[in-house]
Protein backbone atom coordinates (compact mmCIF):
# COMPACT_ATOMS: atom_id res chain seq x y z
CA UNK A 1 0.00 0.00 0.00
CA UNK A 2 1.54 3.27 -1.27
CA UNK A 3 1.65 5.66 1.60
CA UNK A 4 -0.76 8.83 1.36
CA UNK A 5 -0.37 11.98 0.65
CA UNK A 6 -2.65 12.60 3.47
CA UNK A 7 -0.12 11.15 5.95
CA UNK A 8 2.56 13.34 5.62
CA UNK A 9 4.00 16.72 7.22
CA UNK A 10 5.14 19.95 4.92
CA UNK A 11 8.34 19.35 6.34
CA UNK A 12 8.76 15.68 5.49
CA UNK A 13 7.01 15.86 1.96
CA UNK A 14 9.71 19.41 1.34
CA UNK A 15 12.49 16.81 1.71
CA UNK A 16 11.07 13.88 0.26
CA UNK A 17 10.89 15.74 -2.88
CA UNK A 18 14.39 17.58 -2.69
CA UNK A 19 15.72 13.90 -2.70
CA UNK A 20 14.14 12.83 -5.10
CA UNK A 21 14.76 15.75 -7.70
CA UNK A 22 11.83 17.54 -7.35
CA UNK A 23 11.89 21.36 -5.82
CA UNK A 24 10.79 21.34 -2.60
CA UNK A 25 8.57 24.38 -2.79
CA UNK A 26 6.15 22.05 -4.30
CA UNK A 27 5.44 20.75 -0.94
CA UNK A 28 2.81 23.96 -0.28
CA UNK A 29 1.24 23.62 -3.91
CA UNK A 30 0.61 19.78 -3.50
CA UNK A 31 -0.81 20.25 0.47
CA UNK A 32 -2.98 22.96 -0.92
CA UNK A 33 -4.67 20.63 -3.36
CA UNK A 34 -4.86 17.96 -0.66
CA UNK A 35 -6.21 20.20 1.74
CA UNK A 36 -7.75 23.00 0.40
CA UNK A 37 -8.79 21.98 -3.14
CA UNK A 38 -9.42 18.70 -2.64
CA UNK A 39 -8.83 16.77 -5.96
CA UNK A 40 -10.74 13.64 -7.07
CA UNK A 41 -7.07 12.31 -7.66
CA UNK A 42 -3.48 13.17 -8.25
CA UNK A 43 -4.06 13.78 -11.85
CA UNK A 44 -6.01 16.77 -11.35
CA UNK A 45 -3.70 18.78 -9.49
CA UNK A 46 -3.82 21.00 -12.82
CA UNK A 47 -0.40 23.56 -12.01
CA UNK A 48 1.75 20.88 -11.22
CA UNK A 49 4.45 19.38 -13.62
CA UNK A 50 3.05 16.25 -15.55
CA UNK A 51 6.40 14.27 -14.79
CA UNK A 52 5.97 15.65 -10.98
CA UNK A 53 2.23 14.52 -10.75
CA UNK A 54 3.42 11.09 -12.49
CA UNK A 55 6.40 10.74 -9.90
CA UNK A 56 3.18 11.33 -6.74
CA UNK A 57 0.74 8.99 -8.82
CA UNK A 58 4.31 6.07 -8.81
CA UNK A 59 4.59 6.31 -4.85
CA UNK A 60 1.90 8.24 -3.04
CA UNK A 61 -2.07 7.17 -2.93
CA UNK A 62 -4.54 10.56 -2.25
CA UNK A 63 -7.56 8.86 -0.10
CA UNK A 64 -6.38 6.13 2.13
CA UNK A 65 -10.26 5.24 2.71
CA UNK A 66 -13.71 5.50 0.79
CA UNK A 67 -16.98 6.56 1.58
CA UNK A 68 -19.32 3.13 1.61
CA UNK A 69 -22.66 3.96 3.06
CA UNK A 70 -24.21 6.92 4.92
CA UNK A 71 -27.13 6.76 7.47
CA UNK A 72 -29.04 9.60 8.48
CA UNK A 73 -30.84 10.02 12.19
CA UNK A 74 -34.25 11.41 12.68
CA UNK A 75 -32.16 13.82 14.53
CA UNK A 76 -29.94 14.79 11.87
CA UNK A 77 -27.16 12.78 13.10
CA UNK A 78 -25.37 10.77 10.10
CA UNK A 79 -23.32 8.19 10.53
CA UNK A 80 -20.88 7.81 7.47
CA UNK A 81 -19.48 3.96 7.24
CA UNK A 82 -15.78 3.90 5.16
CA UNK A 83 -13.99 1.40 3.61
CA UNK A 84 -10.30 0.93 4.65
CA UNK A 85 -7.27 -0.59 1.73
CA UNK A 86 -7.71 -3.71 3.77
CA UNK A 87 -11.23 -4.03 2.97
CA UNK A 88 -12.05 -3.54 6.63
CA UNK A 89 -14.59 -0.67 7.67
CA UNK A 90 -15.02 2.05 10.09
CA UNK A 91 -17.25 4.30 11.22
CA UNK A 92 -17.34 8.75 11.48
CA UNK A 93 -21.02 10.19 13.12
CA UNK A 94 -21.16 13.95 12.48
CA UNK A 95 -23.43 16.02 14.83
CA UNK A 96 -24.76 19.03 14.30
CA UNK A 97 -24.94 21.35 17.62
CA UNK A 98 -28.16 22.29 19.34
CA UNK A 99 -28.70 25.97 17.72
CA UNK A 100 -29.50 27.49 21.42
CA UNK A 101 -26.54 26.74 22.84
CA UNK A 102 -24.69 28.73 20.53
CA UNK A 103 -26.98 31.64 20.22
CA UNK A 104 -29.34 30.65 17.50
CA UNK A 105 -26.36 29.54 14.90
CA UNK A 106 -27.16 26.18 13.26
CA UNK A 107 -23.67 25.69 11.50
CA UNK A 108 -21.66 24.48 14.22
CA UNK A 109 -20.55 20.46 13.97
CA UNK A 110 -19.36 17.78 15.68
CA UNK A 111 -17.39 14.45 14.27
CA UNK A 112 -16.88 11.35 16.46
CA UNK A 113 -13.27 9.79 14.91
CA UNK A 114 -12.55 6.30 15.06
CA UNK A 115 -8.97 5.89 16.12
CA UNK A 116 -8.37 1.73 15.69
CA UNK A 117 -10.37 -0.86 13.70
CA UNK A 118 -12.29 -2.62 16.85
CA UNK A 119 -11.12 -2.68 20.41
CA UNK A 120 -8.50 -4.59 22.65
CA UNK A 121 -10.27 -2.92 26.10
CA UNK A 122 -13.43 -4.73 26.28
CA UNK A 123 -15.61 -2.35 28.17
CA UNK A 124 -18.29 -4.69 28.75
CA UNK A 125 -21.43 -1.54 27.49
CA UNK A 126 -19.71 -0.72 24.09
CA UNK A 127 -20.28 -2.36 20.83
CA UNK A 128 -16.95 -1.88 19.52
CA UNK A 129 -14.88 -3.99 21.20
CA UNK A 130 -17.61 -7.09 20.56
CA UNK A 131 -15.50 -8.59 17.69
CA UNK A 132 -12.02 -7.82 19.38
CA UNK A 133 -8.91 -5.31 18.19
CA UNK A 134 -7.76 -5.90 14.67
CA UNK A 135 -5.43 -3.02 14.01
CA UNK A 136 -4.42 0.43 14.95
CA UNK A 137 -5.34 3.22 11.65
CA UNK A 138 -2.37 5.39 10.22
CA UNK A 139 -2.76 9.25 10.75
CA UNK A 140 -3.56 9.70 7.25
CA UNK A 141 -6.84 6.85 7.96
CA UNK A 142 -7.81 9.47 11.03
CA UNK A 143 -7.31 12.30 9.46
CA UNK A 144 -8.85 11.22 6.12
CA UNK A 145 -11.99 11.20 7.81
CA UNK A 146 -12.15 14.72 9.02
CA UNK A 147 -11.30 15.42 5.49
CA UNK A 148 -13.62 13.20 3.39
CA UNK A 149 -16.90 13.71 6.03
CA UNK A 150 -16.64 18.11 5.31
CA UNK A 151 -16.78 16.75 1.05
CA UNK A 152 -19.77 14.73 1.89
CA UNK A 153 -21.60 17.27 4.03
CA UNK A 154 -20.36 20.04 2.06
CA UNK A 155 -19.64 22.29 5.19
CA UNK A 156 -16.46 22.58 7.72
CA UNK A 157 -16.42 20.51 10.51
CA UNK A 158 -15.59 22.64 13.90
CA UNK A 159 -15.29 20.36 16.74
CA UNK A 160 -13.58 16.91 16.90
CA UNK A 161 -14.08 14.41 19.36
CA UNK A 162 -11.72 11.07 19.18
CA UNK A 163 -14.46 8.96 21.19
CA UNK A 164 -15.33 6.76 18.22
CA UNK A 165 -13.90 2.94 17.58
CA UNK A 166 -11.08 2.36 19.43
CA UNK A 167 -9.11 4.14 22.96
CA UNK A 168 -7.36 6.34 20.96
CA UNK A 169 -4.92 6.58 23.60
CA UNK A 170 -3.63 2.76 22.96
CA UNK A 171 -2.31 4.45 19.16
CA UNK A 172 -1.06 7.64 20.42
CA UNK A 173 1.78 7.91 18.50
CA UNK A 174 -0.75 7.77 15.27
CA UNK A 175 -3.31 9.69 16.90
CA UNK A 176 -0.93 12.67 17.56
CA UNK A 177 0.30 12.90 14.23
CA UNK A 178 -2.67 13.24 13.13
CA UNK A 179 -3.70 16.09 15.29
CA UNK A 180 -0.75 17.46 13.73
CA UNK A 181 -1.98 17.15 10.58
CA UNK A 182 -5.54 18.57 11.33
CA UNK A 183 -4.05 21.80 13.34
CA UNK A 184 -1.63 22.75 11.11
CA UNK A 185 -2.02 25.87 8.49
CA UNK A 186 -1.33 24.09 5.71
CA UNK A 187 -3.80 21.41 7.38
CA UNK A 188 -7.20 21.47 8.10
CA UNK A 189 -5.73 24.81 10.42
CA UNK A 190 -8.57 23.79 13.11
CA UNK A 191 -7.05 24.77 16.20
CA UNK A 192 -6.49 22.58 19.54
CA UNK A 193 -9.03 23.85 21.92
CA UNK A 194 -11.74 22.13 19.31
CA UNK A 195 -10.07 18.47 19.78
CA UNK A 196 -11.18 15.94 22.55
CA UNK A 197 -9.30 13.22 23.64
CA UNK A 198 -11.76 10.38 25.07
CA UNK A 199 -9.85 7.25 27.07
CA UNK A 200 -10.87 4.86 29.46
CA UNK A 201 -7.85 5.61 31.47
CA UNK A 202 -4.22 4.85 29.97
CA UNK A 203 -2.41 6.31 32.80
CA UNK A 204 1.06 6.46 31.64
CA UNK A 205 -0.22 8.16 28.01
CA UNK A 206 -2.74 10.37 30.24
CA UNK A 207 0.86 11.60 31.49
CA UNK A 208 2.56 11.93 28.40
CA UNK A 209 -0.32 13.58 26.74
CA UNK A 210 -0.52 16.53 29.83
CA UNK A 211 3.19 17.20 28.34
CA UNK A 212 2.17 17.67 24.91
CA UNK A 213 2.52 21.34 23.89
CA UNK A 214 -0.71 22.10 22.51
CA UNK A 215 -3.89 22.63 24.26
CA UNK A 216 -6.20 19.51 23.50
CA UNK A 217 -9.39 18.73 25.29
CA UNK A 218 -9.40 15.19 27.53
CA UNK A 219 -12.40 13.22 28.38
CA UNK A 220 -12.33 10.14 30.52
CA UNK A 221 -14.61 7.45 30.09
CA UNK A 222 -15.07 7.17 34.18
CA UNK A 223 -18.57 4.91 34.48
CA UNK A 224 -18.17 4.53 38.01
CA UNK A 225 -16.70 6.37 41.40
CA UNK A 226 -15.64 3.20 43.29
CA UNK A 227 -13.32 0.56 41.42
CA UNK A 228 -15.89 -1.67 43.08
CA UNK A 229 -18.48 -0.51 40.36
CA UNK A 230 -15.49 -0.05 37.62
CA UNK A 231 -14.28 -2.75 37.95
CA UNK A 232 -17.23 -4.79 36.78
CA UNK A 233 -17.62 -2.97 33.31
CA UNK A 234 -14.08 -1.87 32.67
CA UNK A 235 -11.52 -4.53 32.26
CA UNK A 236 -8.84 -1.53 32.40
CA UNK A 237 -9.64 -0.74 35.62
CA UNK A 238 -7.72 -3.52 36.99
CA UNK A 239 -4.40 -2.15 35.25
CA UNK A 240 -5.00 1.35 36.36
CA UNK A 241 -7.46 1.38 39.66
CA UNK A 242 -8.76 4.72 40.05
CA UNK A 243 -5.93 5.54 42.52
CA UNK A 244 -3.71 5.64 39.69
CA UNK A 245 -6.18 7.51 37.43
CA UNK A 246 -7.32 9.89 40.04
CA UNK A 247 -3.24 10.93 40.55
CA UNK A 248 -2.72 10.89 36.74
CA UNK A 249 -5.81 13.29 36.30
CA UNK A 250 -4.44 16.41 39.01
CA UNK A 251 -1.09 15.82 36.94
CA UNK A 252 -3.20 17.21 33.86
CA UNK A 253 -4.86 19.92 36.08
CA UNK A 254 -1.44 21.13 37.09
CA UNK A 255 -0.01 21.03 33.18
CA UNK A 256 -3.30 22.07 31.11
CA UNK A 257 -5.08 25.32 31.22
CA UNK A 258 -8.38 22.93 29.33
CA UNK A 259 -10.81 21.36 32.11
CA UNK A 260 -11.49 17.85 32.45
CA UNK A 261 -14.91 15.86 31.20
CA UNK A 262 -15.67 12.79 33.10
CA UNK A 263 -17.75 10.80 30.90
CA UNK A 264 -20.68 8.43 33.04
CA UNK A 265 -22.82 5.81 31.18
CA UNK A 266 -25.99 5.65 33.58
CA UNK A 267 -26.22 1.44 33.78
CA UNK A 268 -29.22 0.59 35.44
CA UNK A 269 -28.33 -1.77 38.55
CA UNK A 270 -24.49 -1.42 37.67
CA UNK A 271 -23.61 2.13 38.42
CA UNK A 272 -26.44 4.57 38.81
CA UNK A 273 -27.16 4.21 42.89
CA UNK A 274 -27.12 7.51 44.24
CA UNK A 275 -24.51 6.91 46.23
CA UNK A 276 -22.48 6.98 43.21
CA UNK A 277 -23.54 10.22 42.63
CA UNK A 278 -22.47 11.69 45.75
CA UNK A 279 -18.76 10.00 45.66
CA UNK A 280 -18.64 11.27 41.58
CA UNK A 281 -19.32 14.39 42.94
CA UNK A 282 -16.37 14.96 45.19
CA UNK A 283 -13.90 13.74 42.27
CA UNK A 284 -15.29 15.73 39.96
CA UNK A 285 -14.96 18.82 42.87
CA UNK A 286 -11.60 17.99 43.21
CA UNK A 287 -10.61 17.74 39.56
CA UNK A 288 -12.88 21.23 38.19
CA UNK A 289 -14.18 18.78 35.87
CA UNK A 290 -17.53 18.74 34.21
CA UNK A 291 -19.36 15.81 34.15
CA UNK A 292 -21.55 14.10 31.07
CA UNK A 293 -24.42 11.91 31.87
CA UNK A 294 -25.68 9.97 29.29
CA UNK A 295 -27.67 7.10 29.47
CA UNK A 296 -26.93 4.28 28.27
CA UNK A 297 -27.68 3.13 24.51
CA UNK A 298 -29.02 -0.13 23.64
CA UNK A 299 -26.26 -2.41 22.15
CA UNK A 300 -27.54 -5.96 20.31
CA UNK A 301 -26.15 -9.02 22.60
CA UNK A 302 -25.35 -6.81 25.46
CA UNK A 303 -28.09 -7.23 28.35
CA UNK A 304 -27.71 -4.03 29.87
CA UNK A 305 -30.19 -1.65 30.58
CA UNK A 306 -30.53 2.52 30.42
CA UNK A 307 -32.75 3.97 33.91
CA UNK A 308 -35.88 5.42 33.91
CA UNK A 309 -35.35 9.38 33.01
CA UNK A 310 -36.62 10.46 36.21
CA UNK A 311 -33.71 8.27 37.88
CA UNK A 312 -31.05 10.01 35.60
CA UNK A 313 -32.38 13.45 36.80
CA UNK A 314 -32.00 12.44 40.52
CA UNK A 315 -28.43 11.69 39.51
CA UNK A 316 -27.60 14.76 38.08
CA UNK A 317 -29.19 16.75 40.60
CA UNK A 318 -27.06 15.44 43.15
CA UNK A 319 -23.95 16.73 41.32
CA UNK A 320 -25.52 19.86 40.37
CA UNK A 321 -26.30 20.51 43.84
CA UNK A 322 -22.93 19.69 45.46
CA UNK A 323 -21.37 22.84 42.44
CA UNK A 324 -20.45 20.39 40.06
CA UNK A 325 -21.68 21.39 36.27
CA UNK A 326 -23.59 18.37 35.21
CA UNK A 327 -25.42 17.45 31.28
CA UNK A 328 -27.55 15.01 31.27
CA UNK A 329 -27.09 14.22 27.58
CA UNK A 330 -29.73 13.57 25.11
CA UNK A 331 -28.31 10.82 22.82
CA UNK A 332 -28.17 11.57 19.30
CA UNK A 333 -27.85 8.76 16.66
CA UNK A 334 -29.57 5.96 18.80
CA UNK A 335 -31.79 5.07 16.01
CA UNK A 336 -29.19 4.08 13.40
CA UNK A 337 -26.61 2.95 15.88
CA UNK A 338 -24.23 6.27 16.25
CA UNK A 339 -24.69 6.87 19.53
CA UNK A 340 -22.17 6.71 22.41
CA UNK A 341 -21.06 2.58 22.55
CA UNK A 342 -22.94 1.69 19.80
CA UNK A 343 -19.62 1.64 16.83
CA UNK A 344 -19.02 -1.53 16.18
CA UNK A 345 -16.68 -3.31 13.75
CA UNK A 346 -18.65 -4.24 10.43
CA UNK A 347 -18.28 -7.34 8.30
CA UNK A 348 -19.42 -7.45 5.40
CA UNK A 349 -19.51 -9.36 2.24
CA UNK A 350 -19.20 -8.96 -1.93
CA UNK A 351 -23.04 -8.76 -1.99
CA UNK A 352 -23.83 -6.24 0.62
CA UNK A 353 -21.69 -2.56 0.87
CA UNK A 354 -18.33 -4.81 0.29
CA UNK A 355 -18.27 -4.58 -3.09
CA UNK A 356 -19.39 -0.98 -3.89
CA UNK A 357 -17.05 2.22 -3.53
CA UNK A 358 -19.66 4.66 -4.14
CA UNK A 359 -21.91 6.23 -1.54
CA UNK A 360 -25.03 5.01 -0.36
CA UNK A 361 -27.57 6.60 1.06
CA UNK A 362 -30.47 4.89 3.20
Known amino acids: MKPSLLGITKEELAAHLAEHGHPAYRADQILDWVWKKRPASIDAMSNLPKALRAYLEENFSLYPLTPARELGSTDTTRKMLYKLHDGRYIESVL ?210 KRPEISHCQAFRNILTKAGVTATLRLEKGHDIEAACGQLRLIKETEEGIGGNAEMLKS
Not at 149 to 154: D, I, K, S, V
Not at 168 to 175: E, F, I, R, T, V
Open 95 to 304: IPANPALYGGRADRLTLCVSSQVGCAYGCKFCASGLAGFTRNLTAAEIAAQVLQTEMLAGDRIDNLVFMGMGEPLANSKNLLQAIELITSPWGLNLGARHLTISTSGLVPQIRELARHPRQIRLAISLHGATDAVRDQIMPVNKKYPTSQLFEALHDWNAQKKQHLTLEYILIQGINDDLEQARILATHARSFQAKVNLIPYNTVEGLPW
